[in-house]
Nanobody, 124 residues
Framework: QVQLVESGGGLVQAGGSLRLSCAAS????????MGWFRQAPGKEREFVTL????????YYADSVKGRFTISRDNAKNTVFLQMNSLKPEDTAVYYC?????????????????WGQGTQVTVSS
């Protein structure tokens, strides 16, 4: 079992920045893909970005490319999501997720472990 705990959400003005953290425990996640998803009110959960722990490869949704950056701290088993140039449409609950294996996975159904989510609100 892998436990994921997100932190770092909050309220920010448009154009501002936030950094989310996702701390993993229970197992080493060296063989996992770590993803971030988000869900806005009334909408389905959507893929944001992912990082493959084994080689650091990343992948981004078009809507966040150039604004968001995923990174990791190997020693702390933690993945980060740096969000810059935030827009009101980025407002959502952001979830960290994990799945074992090396394939690039961008749909929520492919992930086995989920955090509780953290709210990000961007005001205009």
């Amino acid at each position: 079992q892998v436990q994921l705990v997100e932190s770092g959400g909050g309220l920010v003005q448009a154009g501002g920045s936030l950094r989310l953290s996702c701390a993993a425990s229970g197992r080493t996640i060296s063989g996992y893909v770590m993803g971030w998803f988000r869900q806005a009110p009334g909408k389905e959960r959507e893929f944001v970005t992912l990082l493959r722990w084994s080689d650091g490869r990343t992948y981004y949704a078009d809507s966040v490319k150039g604004r968001f950056t995923i990174s990791r701290d190997n020693a702390k088993n933690t993945v980060f999501l740096q969000m810059n140039s935030l827009k009101p449409e980025d407002t959502a609950v952001y979830y960290c997720a994990a799945v074992r294996g090396g394939f690039i996975r961008t749909t929520e159904y492919e992930y086995d472990y989920w955090g509780q989510g953290t709210q990000v609100t961007v005001s205009s």
